[in-house]
């Protein structure tokens, strides 16, 4: 069964930072795009960033520019997002996806797995 599990979430001061860990069961993440997203309450999923299957190629939004970096070892079948200078607008549920095909597209039709997502919510 493709699972694909978030973990590293929770509370932490604006300013702060946390590194969130995309860890993938009953498959490789090698041949894998992996997308993060984030969705607060009220709006939609939005795309935050993406790495391509080699980890040479990656995108982000505006929005996490400068603060946010993604990273994968596929040794591990494991996809970071190492998230600084949190703001209280960070704040969201954070999910993780794969993506068969390659590109380094933030639609979330363009992914095939996804996690159950972990809360991150950056507050005073």
């Known amino acids: 069964q493709l699972q694909l599990v978030e973990s590293g979430g929770g509370l932490v001061q604006p300013g702060g930072s946390l590194r969130l860990s995309c860890a993938a069961s009953?498959?490789?993440?090698?041949?894998?795009?992996i997308g993060w997203f984030r969705q607060a309450p009220g709006k939609e999923r939005e795309g935050v960033s993406c790495i391509s299957s080699s980890g040479g190629s990656t995108n982000y939004a505006d929005s996490v520019k400068g603060r946010f970096t993604i990273s994968r070892d596929n040794a591990k079948n494991t996809v970071y997002l190492q998230m600084n200078s949190l703001k209280p607008e960070d704040t969201a549920v954070y999910y993780c996806?794969?993506?068969?095909?390659?590109?380094?597209?933030?639609?979330?039709?363009?992914?095939?797995?996804w996690g159950q997502g972990t809360q991150v919510t950056v507050s005073s």
């Open positions: 996806a794969a993506r068969s095909l390659y590109g380094l597209g933030l639609e979330t039709y363009e992914y095939d797995y």
């Open positions: 009953g498959f490789t993440l090698n041949y894998y795009g």
